[in-house]
C-alpha cells in the first residue's frame, strides 16, 4: 500500500467522528440540515475506504498488511502504546461494510426519522456509533481497540434509549449498557494478562509471541485465561450465551439502529475481536473450544427464541443472535473457520440491514405497530418492502444462490471437518440450525406479508366486520427507505456468490488469517449441501402450512413447554435475575446494612459526641463581655499562682 | 527602710478608708456615688504619692485623673443619664460567685506572692530626687524615654481624633424644613396632638415650679403640662395639694394677723391635706424607672 | 511600717477594681473599676520606684497615667455610642457575639 493512502485511516475515524461533534456541538442551529450532514459524513467516510481498498487490491498480497502510526498514545515505562492504524484485509472488509451498510442506514434514516424532533441528536449518534466501530477495527492495539470498542457501548447505550421518554427504553438502554460492562471487564483483564505476559497489548507483539510459538514459555493456563476473558468480552458485544439478554431488548431503539447494531457496528465486534486474536486462540485449544461451543449454543438458543416471537423485531433479533452463533462457532474451530466467519458476518451484514430497514418500512406503514400477527397480506400493499425482504429471506434461509448459501454453508461444511466427536457435534447443531433457521424466518415472512389480512383498513368493505382488529392503512415507504432496501437486497442476492467466486475472500483474507489446506469434512460435501437444503426446505414447508395455508390465530394459542419458555426467550431474564440480580441485590443490602449500622454509627457517633461537645463549649461563649473577663483574670490568676508556687 | 511614724500614720488612715471607698465603687447603685468614691480613692493616692516621694506624680494624679478623667466621667454619666441606677441582680449564672471569687483569689494569691517575696533593702529616693523630683523626672523622660514621649503624645492626638470621630453622629436625612414641621404638626392633628406649643407649668402665687400643673381654662389641672420626665418619675404634684397648701398658709397667715375667727373655717380644709409640699404623686416609692432612657426621650 | 504595705494596698484595690469589672453591668461603672486597676498598678510603680531607689518606676507610672486618659477618651465615646445605637448603658446588653 502507498504511504499517501495509509495515511488516510486517521480520517477513517475522524470523519464521522468531526460529524458527531459538529451536530453535538451545533446544537439546534443544525436542525434543518443536520441529518444530510450526518449522511455526509457517513459517505465520505466509505468514499474514503473505498480509495484505501482499491489501493490495496493494487497491492501484492503479501504487501497488504501495514500498519499506521499517527504518535505515540502512551509511554508508561514499559507500556508503550502507539495511536496507530492496523490497515490489512480484514479490518478493510470491516471498514467497507460499516460504511457501506452504515451510509445506507444513514439515508434511511433521513425518512425514517422525518418526524422526530430530535432527529439531528440521532443522526450525531449514528456518526458516533460508525465513527466508534471504525476506531475498534482499526486500532493496531487491544488497548485502542478497547477505546472503540468503549464508544460503541456508548453510542448503542445512547441509541437504544434513544426514546427516553418512555421508561422500558431507557432501561433496556441501560441493560445493554450493564451487560456490555460485563463483556468489556473480560477485555480489561485479558489486557492485564497480555500486559503481565508480553508486555504489551499492542497486535503484532502479542499475536507474534503467541503464533510464533516463542511464547512457549507461558503456561497453558494463562493463554486460556487470556481466551476466554477475550471470549467473555465478545459475548458481551455479540450477546452471546451467557450475555445474550439485551439484545432483545435492544429492540427499543429506533429501527435504523436496529439495523445497525445488528448487521455492521455492534454484535460483529466480539467477531472481529476473536478472528483479529486467532493466534491467540490457536495456542489456548482449550479456550477454543469454549468459543466453539459458545457459538453452538448459542446458535440453538436464539433459532428456538426465535420460532416464538411474535415481535417482528425480536424475531429479527433472535436470528441475529443465531447467526452471530455460526460465526462464534466458525472462528472456534481455529483458522478453517475464520474466513467463512468473516465472510458471513459481511453477508449477513447485508441481509440482516436489509430485513431490518424491511420490518422497519413494515412499522412505518402499520403505524408502528410489532406484532406479527396483527399483519398479513402485506405483500401487495408494501410491493418492494415485500420483495426486498423476501430476497433477504432467501439468503438468510441459505438458498442458493443467494449470498447467505455461500457463507453459512461453508460454515457448516467446516463444522463438520475435524476428527472425534467434534464435527459430528457442532456440523449436526450447524445444520439443524440452518433448518430451524428456515423455519422461523420462514414464519416471519408469511406472517407479515402472506396469509389473510389480521388487520382492518377501515374500507366500506369491511364495516361489518368487527373482531378487534386495528383500523391500518399501509403504504409503501417513501424513495429514500426503498432505495437503501433495494441496494441491501441486491447485495443479498449477488453478494456471497461474487465474492465466492474462486475462494476470492477467502483468499483475499490469507493475509490475516493465515493459508489453511483445504479439510475434507467428516461427510461428502454434496452430502452436506443436499442435508442442509432440504432441512430448510423442510422448514419452509412447515412454517408455509402453518402460517401461511392456515390462519394465524391473533393471540398466541396456548402451547407446549418448551415454545412457552421460548416466548419468554427461554427464561433468560428469570436466570440472570436468580443468579445474578437477586444475589446482588441481597450482598448490596447487607452491604448497606452493615454500613449503616456498624460504619456510618460508629462514625456518626462520634461526629456526634464532638457535636455534643461543641453545644457544651458553646456555652463559654455567650457574648457577655463579664463572663471572658472572668476567663482572662482567672487565666492571670493561674499565672500569679504558678509563678507563686515556682518561686517557692 | 521603714516608713517614718507620719508616714505610717498617713498610711494607716488612709488605706482602710480607700478600701472602703473602692468597697463603695462595688456596691454602690447610682453611678455618680461610685464615681464620687473613685474620686476620693484618687485623691488619696495622690497624698500617697507625695508621701512616697513623687510629688510631681501626685500633682499629675490629681491635675489627670481628678480633674480630668474623672470629670469626664462625670460628664458622660450627664449624657447617659444622671440617676441611671445599676440593678445589682445579677443575671449571668453564676457570674456572682464566680466574680468574687477571683477577686478573693487574686487579692489572696497576689498577697501571698508578696509576701513570701524577699524584697532588696529599701533604698528610698533622696539621692534620686537630689535635684528635685520634677526634674529629676524631667531629665529621665525627655533623655532616656524621649521616643516613649513622643509615641504617646501621637497616641493621645489619635485619642483625641478618635474621640470626635466616634461620637460624631452622621445626619442620615436632609434637615426639616419650618414648612414641613408646621405641614407634620398640622397632619398629626387627628391623633391627638396640638399645633401650639404645650401648655407651660402651673404659675401659682406660691409656687412657680415644674412639678405643678397648670390650669385649663375650666379650673381642672392639666396633667399633661408637666414635663414628661417628672412625670414619669412621679415626682410631680397634683393641683389640689398645690391648692390645699396655698390656703394652709393663708390661713396661718392671717391668724398671725389675729383676723382669724373662730368660725372661720380655711378655706379647702375638706381634702383633708395640710401636708403642702408632700408630694403624692403615683408611684412615688415605686423602683425608679429606666432612668437613661426616660431622660434622653424627656429632652 | 514595711514599705511592702502599700504593695498590699495595691494588690487590695487591684482585686476590687476587678471584681467591679466582673460584677457591675453599667459600662461606666466597669470603666471606672478599670481605672481603679491602672491606679492600683501606678501605686506599685511608685512603691517600687522608692524600693529601688530608681526614678524608672515614677516615669512608667506617669506613662501610664497618660495611656489611660487616652483610653478613657476612647472609651468613653464608644460607650455614648453603644448608648445611642442601644439606649443603655449595660454591658449585657451588647452580647450580640455569642454562639
Known sequence: ?648 | MTATGGEAALFWVLAPLMVLASLGLLVARKAVHAAICVMFVMVCLAILYVAQEAPFLGVVQVVVYTGAVMMLFLFVLMLVGIDAADSLTETIRGQRWIGVLLGVGLAVVLLGVISRAAFPPAVGLAEANAVTNPVALARLMFSEYVLAMEVVGVLLVTAALAGLVLTHRRRLSSRPTQRALAAAKVAALPEGKTITPLPAPGVYAQNNAMDTPALGPDGRPLEHSVPRVLRIRGQQRSATAVLAAEETLVGRELAEAGLLTAEADPPGTSSGTSTGLDSDGPDSDGPAPDGPATDEEGR | MEITNYLGLAVILFALGAATVLLRRNAIIVFMGVELMLNATNLAFVTFARMHGDLTGQVLAFFVMVVAAAEVVVGLAIIIMIFRARRSASVDDVNLLQS
Open chain 1, 1 to 648: 500500500m502507498t504511504m499517501q493512502t495509509l495515511s488516510l485511516a486517521p480520517w477513517l475515524v475522524a470523519t464521522p467522528m468531526l460529524g458527531a461533534a459538529v451536530l453535538l456541538l451545533a446544537g439546534r442551529r443544525s436542525d434543518r440540515w443536520g441529518h444530510w450532514l450526518g449522511v455526509l459524513a457517513s459517505a465520505a467516510t466509505f468514499v474514503v475506504g473505498l480509495v484505501m481498498l482499491l489501493d490495496m487490491l493494487g497491492t501484492p498480497a503479501d504487501a497488504r498488511v501495514a500498519q499506521h502510526t499517527v504518535g505515540t498514545w502512551l509511554d508508561a515505562g514499559p507500556l508503550h502504546v502507539d495511536l496507530g492504524f492496523q490497515v490489512d484485509p480484514l479490518s478493510m472488509t470491516f471498514v467497507m461494510l460499516v460504511t457501506f451498510v452504515g451510509t445506507l442506514i444513514h439515508v434511511y434514516s433521513v425518512a425514517y426519522m422525518d418526524h422526530d424532533v430530535d432527529r439531528r441528536r440521532f443522526f450525531a449518534y449514528l456518526n458516533l456509533f460508525v465513527a466508534a466501530m471504525l476506531l475498534l477495527v482499526l486500532a493496531d492495539s487491544y488497548l485502542l481497540l478497547f477505546v472503540g470498542w468503549e464508544g460503541v457501548g456508548l453510542a448503542s447505550f445512547l441509541l437504544i434509549g434513544f426514546w427516553d421518554g418512555r421508561r422500558e427504553n431507557a432501561v433496556a438502554g441501560k441493560k445493554a449498557f450493564v451487560m456490555n460492562r460485563v463483556g468489556d471487564m473480560g477485555l480489561i483483564v485479558a489486557m492485564m494478562l497480555m500486559l503481565a505476559t508480553f508486555g504489551a497489548v499492542d497486535f503484532s507483539t502479542v499475536l507474534g509471541a503467541a503464533g510464533d510459538g516463542s511464547a512457549a514459555g507461558v503456561s497453558q493456563g494463562t493463554m486460556t485465561a487470556i481466551g476466554l476473558m477475550l471470549l467473555l468480552a465478545a459475548c458481551g458485544k455479540s450477546a452471546q450465551l451467557p450475555l445474550q439478554a439485551w439484545l432483545g431488548d435492544a429492540m427499543a431503539g429506533p429501527t435504523p439502529v436496529s439495523a445497525l447494531i445488528h448487521a455492521a457496528t455492534m454484535v460483529t465486534a466480539g467477531v472481529y475481536l476473536l478472528v483479529r486474536s486467532g493466534p491467540l486462540l490457536e495456542a489456548a485449544p482449550d479456550a477454543q473450544l469454549v468459543v466453539a461451543i459458545v457459538g453452538a449454543l448459542t446458535l440453538l438458543f436464539g433459532a428456538v427464541v426465535g420460532t416464538a416471537k411474535d415481535d417482528i423485531k425480536k424475531a429479527l433479533a433472535a436470528s441475529t443472535m443465531s447467526q452471530i452463533g455460526y460465526m462464534m462457532l466458525a472462528a472456534g474451530l481455529g483458522p478453517v473457520g475464520y474466513a467463512f466467519a468473516i465472510f458471513h458476518l459481511l453477508t449477513h451484514g447485508f441481509f440482516k440491514a436489509g430485513l431490518f430497514l424491511g420490518a422497519g418500512s413494515v412499522m412505518h406503514a402499520m403505524d408502528d405497530d410489532v406484532n406479527m400477527r396483527r399483519f398479513g397480506g402485506l405483500a401487495r400493499l408494501l410491493p418492494v418492502t415485500a420483495i426486498t425482504m423476501g430476497l433477504g429471506w432467501l439468503a438468510i434461509l441459505g438458498v442458493p444462490p443467494f449470498s447467505g448459501f455461500w457463507s453459512k454453508d461453508k460454515i457448516i461444511e467446516a463444522a463438520f471437518v475435524g476428527e472425534g466427536w467434534r464435527p459430528w457435534v457442532f456440523g449436526t447443531v450447524a445444520l439443524l440450525g440452518a433448518g430451524i433457521t428456515a423455519y422461523y424466518m420462514s414464519r416471519l415472512f408469511f406472517m407479515t406479508f402472506m396469509g389473510r389480512r389480521r388487520w382492518r383498513d377501515g374500507g366500506p368493505d369491511d364495516r361489518q366486520r368487527d373482531d378487534g382488529a386495528p383500523v391500518r392503512h399501509p403504504h409503501e415507504s417513501p424513495a429514500l427507505m426503498t432505495w437503501p432496501m433495494i441496494v441491501l437486497a441486491v447485495g443479498s442476492v449477488a453478494l456471497g456468490g461474487l465474492l465466492a467466486v474462486g475462494d476470492g475472500f477467502v483468499t483475499w483474507l490469507e493475509p490475516v488469517t493465515g493459508h489453511v489446506e483445504h479439510h475434507e469434512p467428516v461427510l461428502p460435501v454434496w452430502l452436506l449441501i443436499t442435508l442442509t437444503l432440504l432441512l430448510v426446505a423442510l422448514g419452509v414447508v412447515l412454517a408455509f402450512r402453518q402460517y401461511a395455508v392456515a390462519a394465524v390465530p391473533v393471540t398466541p394459542p396456548p402451547a407446549s413447554v418448551l415454545v412457552r419458555a421460548a416466548r419468554v426467550d427461554l427464561h433468560q431474564d428469570d436466570v440472570n435475575e436468580a443468579v445474578v440480580m437477586r444475589p446482588g441485590q441481597y450482598l448490596t443490602r447487607s452491604l448497606v446494612y452493615g454500613d449503616r449500622t456498624v460504619v456510618d454509627a460508629g462514625w456518626l457517633g462520634l461526629a456526634g459526641a464532638i457535636g455534643r461537645l461543641g453545644t457544651r463549649l458553646r456555652g463559654l461563649q455567650n457574648g457577655y463581655v463579664r463572663s471572658y473577663a472572668a476567663t482572662m483574670l482567672g487565666g492571670l490568676g493561674v499565672v500569679a499562682l504558678v509563678v507563686w508556687l515556682l518561686a517557692n
